[in-house]
């Protein structure tokens, strides 16, 4: 199983970034993938994520309304579209993936800087 980020870059506030994981060893439709940011000296958050089905997504609050999840099965990849972004997405981005009944999230990617200027 290997998750792969990227996507990431410089922005400036305002602007907008489109982040892939790309996925293999799974497929998409069973498996629910997250992704996750992590700035310095901070915890890492979940941002969002999307169940198996594809039914269900979430967003923290942080980011309701300006990021947006989605998939394509076909191409094994899961995207992150950020737009209007603001100096605190900030972050490490990472990618994950969650096996069905699974409580937590069992396999992570390696993941991609996002910087966002003011």
């Known amino acids: 199983v290997q998750l792969q980020a990227s996507g990431g870059g410089l922005a400036q506030a305002g602007g907008s970034l489109r982040l892939s994981c790309v996925v293999s060893g799974f497929t998409l439709d069973r498996y629910a993938i997250g992704w996750f940011r992590q700035a310095p000296g901070k915890e890492r958050e979940g941002v969002s994520c999307?169940?198996?089905?594809?039914?269900?997504?979430y967003y923290a609050d942080s980011v309701k309304g300006r990021f947006t999840i989605s998939r394509d099965i076909a191409k094994n990849t899961v995207y992150l579209q950020m737009n209007s972004l603001k100096p605190e997405d900030t972050a490490f981005y990472y990618c994950a993936a969650r096996r069905p009944m699974s409580s937590s999230y069992n396999y992570w990617g390696q993941g991609t800087q996002v910087t966002v200027s003011s």
């Open positions: 999307i169940t198996g089905s594809g039914a269900s997504t």
